[in-house]
């Protein structure tokens, strides 16, 4: 961790997945408001989180599923962290299906009284093959004889906006890149009393609260590495969440198409592609760039926006506070005009705004838009609300280029939370101070594109920026996003030349044919993301 002066060097981890075959019946989505659990009425014990973790074989899923491409995952934290480690193969093995077994026994559970579980999945979201996924964990919990495992679907816009943070589903699977470049962030949303709630975990410990407390605000390198160990030890014999594996990335450009960088921070920035002479793009026309996709938005209010295609979406219409050159990850300056200075406890965090800079409307920038964006922020429940009232106390403008943060400790990855998307500022007159605006008409704020229109589930229109203030001003000035239903779809419009990008989520299946294709081009990306099992600790036996 970097305190002070900060170039701050980012290992992120990043992504989305992919996964296929015969899926099962869906079922009806969870409507009802769930009954939480007390004590012995708990669907999800300590004891039987571990009976899963012991006999799930995370071998097994990649070799299957994946014929080796992914890794499998034995913690949460990335392993090429200086705090990774793999916790729960020091305490499971590879699979310890004896273990798993004796554990649901003592819990209770029989042949003839097995445990049951409803284990939810979105069918297209994370790619072609989320079913032989959920088939290969369904059969190894089954291996136990003691449990019965119902395969359930759900369509993502309601798994991810209403199912997982309003507690509906009581077993389930996501994925996670992190929000910010330190181990905090692989830990603390899954397994504190404050954020857990709205990764669907609802997991509280206080040991668990105080050890990530001292671990997030300990000076010493060394410690705070040593510390996150042991929280890693800690959470294998917890098992908030269970970690499956680690999943790259794939991206597809038609020949031609120049300037796709994707650094390690995961960010996809639209204004430095162009193309190259005598490319004929999608759209006819060479000002104008079409980007194909399967992850559809979630939210675009910056006080409630937390999914992938959210954030990059505001990171092309805004800058935060901070940020990345294209495709590097040494953190410099964003709306900022330099580095933050900072109070000898390190608990204020000073900012000075670069001058003049407009939203796309001409409305000027001013700190009191940070000051108004913590209060939405802190008031209006969002998403990604927890992010930042973890760790922020109060936001103060003392004038209108500066912007002071106020922290509840100190914490030397705070930079890196200042170049996350909800530090995009979000034009006044388009998210009031007292409710969420989940999909504005239009986005206006002060990056090198403005959103010009969106069709749910058609496409986004963008457009230059005629106020931007940055000197990578868009070497395209027109981006469509175009949506797709399948990566399969989405693969076969990059090959025709229908699009000029094939984005998330690609998938490996799709990745592997289109490589063969001299008419495009397929990069890895070098930033997998986390797949995990969510745990739904408020769940009630019988429910």
């Known amino acids: 961790m970097k305190s002070k002066l900060f170039i701050f060097v980012v290992i992120l981890i990043v992504g989305s997945w992919l996964m296929t075959s015969c899926q099962p019946t869906a079922t009806p989505t969870a409507t009802a408001a769930p009954t939480k659990c007390t004590g012995d009425d708990c669907l999800w014990t300590k004891v039987t989180r571990e009976a899963v973790a012991a006999a799930i074989d995370r071998e097994a899923i990649v070799d299957r599923v994946f014929e080796g491409r992914n890794t499998p995952a034995y913690g949460m934290v990335p392993p090429d962290y200086p705090a990774g480690s793999e916790p729960f193969k020091d305490k499971y093995g590879t699979r310890n299906l004896p273990l798993a077994i004796q554990l649901l026994t003592s819990a209770g559970y029989t042949k003839t009284n097995p445990l049951v579980v409803d284990l939810w999945y979105p069918p297209d979201h994370y790619g072609t093959t989320t079913v032989d996924v959920m088939q290969v964990v369904k059969e190894q919990l089954e291996e136990t004889g003691l449990m019965t495992v119902n395969l359930k679907t759900q369509a993502w816009a309601q798994y991810i906006g209403e199912s997982v943070p309003q ?67 800690y959470y294998a014999e917890e098992v908030p969440t269970l970690p499956l594996f680690w999943e790259p990335e794939y991206i597809t450009t038609r020949v031609g198409v120049e300037g796709v960088t994707i650094g390690s921070t995961f960010e996809f920035n639209y204004n430095v592609i162009h193309f190259a002479a005598g490319y004929q793009p999608a759209s006819g026309k060479t000002d104008t760039l079409i980007i194909g996709t399967t992850d559809q938005l979630d939210s675009l209010d910056p006080a409630d926006a937390y999914a992938t295609a959210d954030w990059e979406l505001m990171k092309n219409t805004g800058v935060s506070l901070m940020s990345y050159p294209a495709g590097q990850a040494n953190l410099i300056p964003g709306a900022a005009k330099d580095f933050p200075t900072v109070s000898a406890d390190g608990k204020t965090y000073t900012f000075t705004l670069r001058s003049g800079i407009l939203y796309a409307d001409g409305t000027p920038l001013k700190a009191a838009d940070y000051v108004r964006a913590w209060q939405r922020l802190s008031t209006l429940n969002g998403q990604v609300a927890s992010l930042f009232t973890n760790y922020i106390d109060s936001v103060e403008a003392p004038d209108d280029v500066t912007v002071v943060f106020h922290l509840k400790d100190a914490y030397g990855f705070f930079p890196a939370l200042m170049a996350t998307a909800p530090m995009v500022p979000g034009n006044p007159k388009l998210f009031p101070t007292d409710k969420l605006v989940p999909f504005p008409a239009t986005f206006d704020s002060i990056g090198p594109y403005q959103m010009m229109s969106f069709k749910e589930n058609e496409q986004i229109v963008l457009a230059a920026n005629p106020n931007y203030f940055g000197a990578d001003k868009p070497l395209i000035p027109n981006v469509i996003i175009k949506y797709y239903s399948t990566p399969e779809l989405m693969s076969q419009a990059v090959e025709k030349g229908e699009i000029d990008i094939a984005w998330r989520i690609l998938g490996a299946v799709e990745a592997t044919r289109l490589s063969s294709i001299s008419s495009v081009v397929v990069t890895k990306i070098n930033a997998p993301t986390l797949r995990y099992l969510v745990f739904n600790c408020e769940w009630a036996k019988g429910q």
């Open 167 to 233: 507690g509906k589903l009581d077993f389930n699977i996501l994925g996670w890149f992190p929000d910010f470049a330190d181990p905090e962030t692989w830990l603390t949303p899954f397994s504190s009393c404050n954020q857990s709630p709205d990764q669907g975990v609802f997991y509280c410990n206080q040991h668990m609260d105080d050890l990530l407390a001292q671990a997030r605000t300990e000076s010493d390198q060394t410690k705070r590495i040593n510390l996150y160990k042991e929280i890693g030890t």
